[in-house]
């Protein structure tokens, strides 16, 4: 017969089992997307990254709460919609016609997604919100900023997740070529405040992204 | 198939180790009151096995943003032993199926042994030997962190909601209150359970149990009884991070059916259905529903 101290033993030596099954992920990339080059050939782009959002679709509720604090306290922030993001500052450096790297890979709430941002801030961790440099008008020059900008792009049409459609593919094309468009080598010596602004508009003007699921 | 064999074994283990049979359970206390796990009437050499089968779910977290849905299955094998006419020695082995779903449709879905409890409960007062109408008991144990600790592909723990044990040992105590005058009785209990010693990174904190049941038994064989329980929990603390949909004070309302088709049979079928809360955070519990067998040997 089976004793007592046997029974025990079995079950403690019975180990539990599990089964997972992943969920979404969305893998946020970036690459060099610069087409044949103009008056500005970059060697080396630096990215401050501060962290990376996939930004919820606004619901009925949260669009007529919105309205509502907007109406009754308009000095209210009322934008608070759900979001997955990834936060971690870092600093991604990019030789000229880098191949395509991955900033992170977020694991979003099932839902639909109606934008993609990418923070970019000078942190400890990087001097620079923005950086690039390169050649312009035979040049040695450098352009930086740090200035917090945010690279946002509306997904159209939003993404959902659903359990037919775990996964997402969002890559943003910088095209550092054109950041420097309308500037000059001497502008940028001692670059002023309107320069510096001229700077982040083409970068964020020339930014695009492309989605594959 | 595992878990069913081993059950077997320690069911087959306790019919081997009772040396005596007993009379039946109402002859020997002296009360036709039909009595569920837990609330027995002791005496000497009583030996009570008992299986429960427990369906229930739980929801935490906010929607969207980080809520987790449970659905959980417990078996649970008790066993417990008086071995005098005010000393019950018992124990509870459980075998728990877990399934967590988050909200990035991700699904963790476990199965193994829970939390083993061991306690003693010392009758401390009985206003008479037989058939007793009044009777108050202490009792003290341990819950044992037999449960296994999931971890995920990096090697880092599952969150609590996918596990089946507390990771913890935890010292249990209380005291219990049993009124007998058929066809009514009544129990009343509260309990603590405190952790002494943490095997993870989590950190369940101390939990109080109140219970108060009355029961109606108009025929010999079939009871039907009301519970109220409430549980307070100390919040969760996770990665040194208290968890904000922990703690707070949960109520459930717990109609119930007993049966005893022969001597020293009790069936039961309850009904848990969730009652006040005051709980931090979103935390919520769905109805869960129990069935119960308890035999006497």
Known sequence: MISERAALIVLIGLAGCVDRVDGTWARINVVDGSDAPGAFVHDEVRLGIENVELVACPTM???????????????????????????????????????ERTLTVLSPAAGRYCSVRIGLAATQRAAASIAVSGELEGARIEVSTDL????????????????????????????????????????L????????????RNVAASTTIAVRR | MRWLFAIGLVGAASLYSTSRAAACSTCSTGDPTLTVTGVEQPFEGRTRVSLQMQHRTESTGER????????????????AYALTEGLFLATKIPLVRRRARYVNLARDEVMSLGDVEAFAKWFVYRDRSLAPRHLVAINGGLSLPTGT??????????????????ASLDALAGVSYSWFVSPFSMFVSANVGVPMWHGSTFRTGAVGLLSWAMQYQ???????????????????????????HSGGLATVVSPEVVLSPFDDLVLRAVVQLPG??????????GVSVLFGAAYDL
Not at chain 1, 189 to 200: L, Q
Not at chain 2, 156 to 165: D, K, N, S, T
């Open chain 2, 276 to 285: 006040y809360r005051a709980v931090r955070g979103n935390h919520s519990e």
């Open chain 2, 149 to 166: 600790i999931f971890e995920d592909d990096q090697g880092r723990p599952l969150p609590l909601e996918a596990q089946v044990g507390s």
């Open chain 2, 64 to 79: 969207g943003v980080d809520a987790i849905d449970i659905s959980e299955q417990r078996f649970e094998l008790s066993g």
């Open chain 1, 61 to 99: 509720t949260a669009r007529a709460s919105e309205w509502l604090g907007d109406a009754l306290l308009p000095s209210a922030y009322a934008h608070s919609w759900d979001r997955s993001v990834a936060v971690g500052a870092r600093e991604e450096s990019m030789p000229a016609g880098a191949p």
């Open chain 2, 218 to 244: 108009p025929l010999d064989v079939l009871a039907l009884r009301l519970s109220l329980d409430a549980r307070i929990d100390q919040a969760v603390r996770e990665q040194d991070a208290v968890d904000p």
């Open chain 1, 189 to 200: 010596a001692d670059p002023d405040e309107a320069a510096e602004f001229a700077f982040v």
């Open chain 1, 148 to 187: 917090h900008l945010d690279l946002e792009s509306a997904l159209e049409p939003p993404i959902e997740f659903d359990v037919d459609a775990l996964d997402a593919e969002i890559t943003f094309v910088v095209r550092p070529s054109r950041w420097l468009d309308g500037l000059t080598a001497e502008a």
